[in-house]
Each structure stands twice: as C-alpha cells, then as structure tokens.
C-alpha cells in the first residue's frame, strides 16, 4: 500500500513538532514537507502533491484560509488552528476535519483516521472553497489584501489598488490598478469585508473603490452612471446612488 | 453640617472677641442715646451680648436645617423675618428680666432701659442681620469647597481606573498564543515546556501583581518585557532576534508600569507573525537634558496584512502618557525601508 504523503504547514515551531511527533503512532504515512508559512505552504502543495494538509490559519503572506481560496487541486485538509468556533464550524464544510488548539491526542488521531480512510476510499474534497467561506462570519476588521491566482502565480493586491468588484456567476472579477483577476468568492462576502469607509455597492453586480470614481452623470430618465479614473463606466442603481449620496454627503 | 464656630479654638476666640468689640459699640452707641455714662450701662450692654451671643450660637441649627431644605425666597424671607423678630423680642425681654433681678433696689435701669430701647431693637435688628449673613457665607463657601472636593475625588477616581483599564490590555491572545505552544512542548520537549511556564508567570506576576501606579525603573521593565520576547521566541524560533543599546544612565529612570508592553506586542504582532524573514526587534535609550528617548524599531514584510490593525495598542500607550504626562511627553512613528520605529520623549518624574 502506498503510504500517504503530508505536508505540515504552521508558522510555530512547536506546534509543528508535536504534528510530527504525533504521526509517529500512525502507519503507512509519510511526512514529505513542512512550512512556516502560506507561500511556501502553497508552492509545497503544488509541486509535492500531498494526500493530506495540515493547515494553520493565522500564518504570515498568506492564511490558510487564502491558501485554500486559491488552491486548484486541492488535498485533504485538517485545519489545527487557535481560531474562534465560528469560523472553524464553517470550515467543517470543506476540510476532513478540524481541530482546536491546544488539541488532545485521542482527538488528534481521530481526526487523521477520518482523513485516511476518506484518502483510502477514493473519495475526493469537492466542495468548492466559496461556500464554506461564504459562510464565514465577519471578522471584526475590514481586509486589508486579496489574493488571487492569476495563471501559475499568486499575487497579492492591496485593497486600496482595486478599483471596483465585477459579479460574474458564482465569480467575482477583481479590476485593479495592474489588471483584472477571476476569483471564486460572493459579492456578499466583500460587500461586508471590504472597507466601508472606501468601498460602496453601487449596484447588484459592482462594488466600487470611492476613490476611484471621477463623476456621476445622470443616465436615461433617473438612472446614473459612475465615470471612472480609469474611463470605466458602471451603472448606478436606485439603492447605490442613495448609498453614494449618503457616503459622500453631495 | 458642624457647627461653624465649634470648629477650632480660634474661630471660637474670634467669636467672643466680636461680641465684646459688639458690646463695647453698644454701650458707646447707648451712652449717646441716654446721654451720659454709667456703670449699668456697661454691665448692661456686656449682659445683653453675652445672651445674644448664646441665642447666636442655638440659631445655627434651626438656620442650617432650614437652608438644607432648599425653600423658595418667599419661605425663606418669611420664616428669616419670622425669627429675627422672636430673637430680638427674646433678647430685650431676657435682658430687662435678668438686669433687673441682679441690680440693687432704687436703681435707674427702667429710665435706661426706656430711653435706650428703640436703639436696642435697632441693635438686635442689625446683629441678627449679621449673624444672618455670617452662617450664609459660611454655608456657602463651605458647600463650594466640598463640592470642589468631590469633583477632584471624582476626576481622580476616573483617571485611576482608565489608567488601570489601559494597563490591563494585555494581548489576551498572547496568553492563550503561549499556553498552546506550553500544550506542544510538554510532548515534545517538556524541559522547554517547564522553562515557558516559568517565564510565563514571572510575566503575570510582574504584569498582574501591581494593584497601583507606581513607577518603575527602566530596568525592570526591559528585564520583563524580555521575558515576553523569550516567550515568543520559543513558538518563532529563529524568526525573531533582539538587540538592545540601552545607555546605562538611562537603567533607573523611572516610568509607568507595562507602559512600553503594547509596543513591542505590535512588534511582535505586525513584525514576526506577518514575516517569513527573520524579524530583528531593537530598543535603544538615551537621556537628552532631562528627557529619555526610547526607540523600539523592528523590520516588517511589505506584503500587506490580510486585515489591517486596529491601532488598539499604540492608542493605548499615547493615552498613558497623555495621562501621566500632559503635553510633556511625546510618540512619533515611523516607517521607512521596512523599518517600522517607535520613538518616544518622556520627561524625568511622573506627574
């Protein structure tokens, strides 16, 4: 049988020695990699191709929440991370289990037998990463970064470069001051974490950076349009205008 | 309320050197109204005062009780008018009696007595207005410095527990951070596990266990907030490095407690947990006439922060000092080539 290859992927030091020193009890498996953090966590996934994850959450460059967003081929996945309940009830969705640091042993081990025999069954993790985050409480912070995936790269963009958030189907596309990236999110999602102070629905399918915006012209019998720095123009919904006078006192 | 007078000695010496001084006027003011000198004169005025004196001193309380009351003007002038007259009518009554019990047949006094009365009422009119305005300044000036008193009480009060409640916010994450990594190491490596636990009460206890705002020295707080440092160290290994160019003469210069802790969690925090480098975390010191310049600097990775802080923590530290300093000490942040730097200027001697 062949064994089942892991990568371990937590910024502590300690936390990763006792994912180690637990999995010598278990057979048949076969610690291939381990990361401090997302970057490198995500270039091991993908080059290395592991059966299994363990993935903390709070990790610098990028979360393990992220790493999952932008995850194509995605492994089996036991997050082990500190993070509230809320949030870890939501990803009960989507990884084979999940487990609340400090751990115990018995539930450590638990959690590593439902992902093998889920690995040794052939079943596959299949359910998208949007619908568990779609789920995600808000956390008290606006985001701050979005990380996309763009071709074989993943880059990073500061809130603060994008200029307006396009829905497309169960997508979002993101147009910033470099470009534009697809993302599997839900408006609803950065409608509530985007700043408020600097972003505005204006419009079922746009959300748009204030900063960004050049002009509003009326358009048709009372509709707008928002003109754009960069010459784009959005519609304008009845809601958005309000929410615009509202935002930028004219 | 006390009684004014029953205070302290002096005021009570006071108030019988006025009555004397009230009942020599009286005698001169009765000498011209009857129009020539005599013993009873004198002993009459100095009887008369001495009962006045003492129906002064009764008419306190009944005076204090009513005013505590807050009456409207009307009630408050009827029932003044009221009791002035009832004193004035007391005070001539009792004076003729006891004057007239103690001085010898065939004396003058009912001659004296009628001559002198309309200046009599006169006299006790105008004393009873004194006494009057006397216990009214009294009660005023007293309710004023009592309730200055309070607002200093009330104003210090507020500030004690807003200090208290600043330097109580502790990183609560940090604590639990901490027991996890305890939780990793009693498995892996237990001897480790039982050094963190020291460290980590030694931190409480230093952080915890001041129940006041005394200051401390430099030293003890750079001696603990490098325990905080040894704690995170163990879960970041070799992420995280200190360095410390403290001047000696800086080691005893006193400051608040824990003052400097938020930050070198946001240090920590936006440094370290953020970095994939290796995070270098420097504190300099040095005295510049009469002030310390503390400088707490760390590298950071550009890559932004998936939420942005909540400036939770150098709020805090800028209203301490705000607190403890007035205008007189300063905070100044800075970032530059991926340096993030904390400087701050705090005067010798908490205020």
């Keep these: 049988m062949e064994k089942i290859k892991i990568i371990i992927i937590d910024d502590e030091t300690p936390a990763r020695e006792l994912v180690k020193h637990y999995l010598k009890e278990v057979d048949d498996i076969e610690v291939i990699a381990e990361c401090a953090d997302g970057f490198s966590g995500l270039k091991s996934i993908s080059t290395l191709k592991p059966d299994l994850v363990f993935l903390d959450i709070q990790m610098p460059r990028l979360t393990g929440i992220e790493l999952v967003e932008v995850l194509t081929e995605k492994p089996e996945i036991i997050f082990a991370t500190a993070y509230d309940q809320f949030a870890l009830r939501a990803f009960e969705l989507n990884a084979v289990d999940y487990i609340m640091k400090p751990y115990e042993k018995r539930r450590f081990l638990e959690a590593v037998k439902k992902a093998i025999d889920k690995i040794r069954s052939g079943a596959g993790n299949n359910v998208p990463a949007n619908q568990l985050l779609a789920q995600k409480p808000e956390l008290p912070a606006p985001v701050n970064r979005i990380v996309v995936r763009k071709a074989n790269s993943i880059n990073i963009i500061p809130v603060d470069q994008v200029r307006y958030v396009e829905a497309q189907d169960d997508y979002v596309m993101i ?19 985007l700043p408020k102070s600097d972003f505005v629905r204006i419009h079922r399918t746009y959300i748009v950076n204030v900063a960004e915006i050049k002009q509003i012209e009326p358009y048709g019998k009372d509709n707008h349009v928002a003109v754009l720095n960069s010459g784009d123009k959005l519609p304008v919904s009845r809601s958005g205008y309000k929410q615009l006078r509202e935002d930028l006192g004219f | 309320m006390k009684h004014p007078v029953f205070q302290n000695r002096v005021r009570l010496i006071v108030w019988w050197l006025i009555w004397l001084f009230l009942a020599a006027g009286q005698s001169l003011l009765f000498y011209f109204a009857f129009g020539s000198f005599s013993n009873i004169g004198v002993i009459d005025s100095l009887l008369s005062l001495l009962i006045y004196s003492g129906l002064a001193l009764s ?104 200090l208290k409640m600043l330097r109580s916010q ?14 990793s190491l009693t498995v892996t490596d237990p001897e480790k596990a039982r050094t963190m636990v020291v460290k980590l009460s030694d931190f409480m206890r230093y952080a915890l266990s001041r129940k006041d705002e005394q200051p401390v020295s430099l ?45 070198y969690e946001n240090a920590v925090k936006h440094g370290v947990y953020e970095s994939t480098e290796t995070v270098r975390i420097i504190t300099e010191a040095r005295m510049i006439d009469g002030f310390i310049e503390i400088i707490i600097k760390n590298n950071y990775d550009t890559v932004p922060s998936l939420r942005k802080g909540t400036g939770t923590g150098l709020l805090n530290v800028t209203r301490r000092l705000e607190l403890f300093y007035g205008n007189k000490a300063s905070i100044k942040t800075t970032k530059e080539n991926n340096i993030y730097t904390v400087t701050l200027y705090i005067p010798a001697g908490v205020s």
């Excluded at chain 2, 007391?90 to 309309?118: C, H, R």
């Excluded at chain 2, 502790?170 to 939780?183: A, C, D, Q, R």
């Design chain 1, 175 to 193: 147009y910033h001051a470099t470009g534009k990236a697809l993302k599997q999110q839900t408006m609803k999602y950065y409608e509530e974490n």
């Design chain 2, 59 to 162: 008419l306190w309380y009944p005076f204090s009780f009513f005013n505590s009351s807050k009456p409207s003007v009307p009630v408050l002038v009827g029932n003044l008018v009221a009791s002035g007259a009832v004193s004035v009518i007391i005070w001539v009554l009792v004076t003729k009696l006891i004057m007239q019990s103690i001085l010898p047949e065939g004396n003058n006094y009912q001659a004296y007595y009628d001559a002198t009365f309309s200046y009599r009422v006169g006299t006790g009119v105008f004393i009873y207005g004194l006494i009057i305005l006397t216990y009214y300044l009294f009660i005023s000036l007293t309710n004023l410095s009592e309730k200055n008193a309070k607002e200093a009480r009330l104003e210090s009060l507020v500030k004690e527990t807003e």
């Design chain 2, 170 to 183: 502790i990183n609560p994450h940090f604590l639990f951070n901490s027991l996890n990594s305890i939780s």
């Design chain 2, 219 to 263: 030293q003890s707080e750079l001696d603990n907030l490098r325990l905080y440092l040894e704690i995170e160290k163990v879960r970041f290994g070799d992420k995280l490095t200190t360095e410390e160019n403290i001047e000696t003469n800086c080691l005893d210069f006193k400051l608040p407690v824990m003052l400097l802790q938020p930050l």
